[in-house]
């Protein structure tokens, strides 16, 4: 009877060493149907891996910060706002101000002395835009790809770890996917900016009119 006690305590480790293994095992694919099950239930878990993160809800990669989206593109954008302001010529300098007013005396008589109109606001601006922006532009769009393709095969490798040939076709569909998202962004960007070489346009009317008061004073 003493030793009982003993095989029973045994038998239940081992009965409950297999039922984990059991359910940490990969689910089978007897047929077509039990693999786009599985399939979808894969996907699933990755979009709501994505979604999750989006929402500042990180889980199991709260202590990952490379992979918490959300401030990583602020910092892209943070970063490219640090690139244009630090690049552009400071109109308001002295030497520029020598600039403008060489121009402004070769314009006499051609146009309207309007500002905005101004041939010589124009020439100098879209020679400083050109100068900063499309660079600026095309850096954050690369920075921005580079990002969200290695934080989205990652979470595809986690979500599908137990069906690597699964893994290696989707993470292929999401880098096609997100080529095909870069160019699309580049594309647009470069509409946005040739419309804003063609005409000027100002859309922060309190930062512009401030900038006008300052350069009046």
């Known amino acids: 009877d003493k030793w009982l ?3 029973r305590s045994k038998i239940h480790e081992a009965l409950f060493s297999r039922k984990s293994k059991l359910r940490q095992a990969p689910e089978t694919c007897e047929d077509d149907n039990a693999k786009r099950l599985i399939y979808n239930k894969l996907i699933n878990k990755f979009v709501t891996t994505v979604e999750n993160c989006l929402r500042g ?26 690139t244009t ?3 552009y010529q400071d109109f308001l300098s002295p030497e520029y101000t020598t600039i403008i007013e060489e121009r ?4 006499q008589g051609v146009g309207l002395p309007n500002f905005l109109s101004d041939p010589v606001f124009r ?22 790809r580079d990002y ?11 979500s599908m770890v ?7 076709s989707v993470q292929a569909d999401v880098q ?42």
């Open 5 to 7: 006690p003993e095989v």
């Open 57 to 82: 809800e990180y889980g199991i990669y709260r202590q990952e910060k490379n992979l918490h989206i959300p401030p990583r593109m602020y910092e892209f954008l943070m970063a490219f706002r640090k």
């Open 148 to 158: 969200m393709l290695s934080v989205l095969t990652r979470f595809v490798g986690d």
């Open 123 to 144: 020439a100098l601006f879209v020679a400083e835009f050109e100068k900063v922006m499309p660079r600026a532009v095309q850096q954050l769009l690369q920075d921005v």
């Open 176 to 217: 096609r996917i997100v080529h095909s998202a870069h160019e699309n962004a580049r594309g647009l960007l470069d509409a946005v900016l040739e419309s804003e070489i063609a005409c000027v346009l100002t859309l922060d009317e309190p930062g512009y009119e401030k900038r006008l008061n300052e350069m009046r004073e």
């Open 104 to 107: 402004d005396a070769e314009n």
């Open 162 to 168: 137990d069906f690597p040939r699964l893994v290696s």
């Open 85 to 87: 302001e630090e690049n």
